[in-house]
């Protein structure tokens, strides 16, 4: 079994807005003001990371209609990283297909 990285899922959502902004944000400045200046410009640096590999999808190529791009970038990226919380990989879908 697999243990969520709370840290990180909470990351990912605080830094793109996730149930908050009305569109993805990417605030750094939220990052900072949530873990403080080290921590958060750390994190910061993990969440690019993380999302940039959820970009590596195909699935805004492959995929029909937006809902399934979501669905296959999210369920690729979950494949390849269980240690994140759904509610991250649902903001990073979210940020994909935005």
Not at 43 to 68: H, K, W
Request: hydrophobic share 40%; with cysteine; aromatic share 10%.
């Amino acid at each position: 079994m697999t243990v969520v990285n709370e840290l990180l899922t909470h990351a990912v959502v605080v830094w793109t807005g996730w149930g908050r902004t009305p569109s993805p944000a990417r605030d750094e400045n939220a990052m900072v003001a949530a873990f403080g200046n080290e921590q958060g410009l750390d994190l910061l640096v993990r969440v690019r990371a993380l999302e940039d590999e959820f970009y590596e999808s195909n699935a805004s190529n492959e995929a029909p209609d937006l809902a399934s791009i979501g669905r296959q970038a999210a369920g690729e990226f979950s494949e390849k990283h269980p240690e994140i919380g759904e509610e991250a990989v649902r903001a990073f879908a979210w940020c994909y297909t935005y």
